[in-house]
C-alpha cells in the first residue's frame, strides 16, 4: 500500500526512479515498477529504457541530464 500512496504523492509526468521500503521502483504514469538491481546506474539503465519501451519524450529541462546517461552507459 505505501508504494500505491508514494506513487499517487509523485506529481512529476516523467519516469523516475524512487527507493521505498528498501526496494527501487520505477514510477512511469500511475504505475510502479519493481525492479531488481544491484547497483543504482543499473537503475538509471532501466530508467533510460523506459523512455524508449513506452516512447516517452525527455522533458526539456532534464533532456541534457538523459542525454549524459545515455552517453555514459552507450
Known sequence: MA???AVMS???TQPMVFRIQG???IKLDQSA???QVSCFMDAI???ISTFF???VEHSCHLK???ELFETLLD
Open 53 to 55: 519501451v513506452f516512447n
Open 33 to 35: 515498477i519493481k525492479i
Open 10 to 12: 509523485i506529481t512529476s
Open 3 to 5: 508504494v500505491d500512496l
Open 45 to 47: 539503465y532501466f530508467l
Open 23 to 25: 526496494r527501487l521502483w
Open 64 to 66: 541534457p541530464t538523459y
